[in-house]
Nanobody, 122 residues
């Protein structure tokens, strides 16, 4: 499974951006997708997750501001980022947990995107 993020950029504080994560490949079933972020010089932290069934979970710092959603027909997960603040500046990464149809053991596998930079100016 290949993941490609898009939608990052420069925005002023209080603004909005929508990130997209498109999964491509064949013969897989995604169980959950997550957005992580890594601010400059800091560790990568979980932002939000969504399961194949649509159950969501959020970090406290983004709860109520960054709704996560998915379009299964397009194999795409979105992160709508509202009321952005300078502390939201980071590289945002998409991560998917999936199983391969060809794997009879149904082992869970993971894949990361290349990241997209979000910069929020004050």
């Amino acid at each position: 499974v290949q993941l490609v993020e898009s939608g990052g950029g420069l925005v002023q504080a209080g603004g909005s951006l929508r990130l997209s994560c498109v999964a491509s490949g064949s013969g897989f079933i995604i169980h959950s997708t997550a957005w992580y972020r890594q601010p400059p010089g800091k560790q990568r932290d979980l932002v939000a997750t969504i399961t194949g069934g649509g159950v969501t979970n959020y970090a406290d710092s983004v709860k109520g501001r960054f709704p996560i959603s998915r379009d299964n027909a397009k194999n795409t997960v979105y992160l709508q980022m509202n009321s952005l603040q300078p502390e939201d500046t980071a590289v945002y990464y998409c991560n998917a947990n999936f199983v391969l149809d060809s794997d009879y053991r149904r082992r869970m596998r993971g894949s990361w995107g290349q990241g997209t930079l979000v910069t929020v100016s004050s």
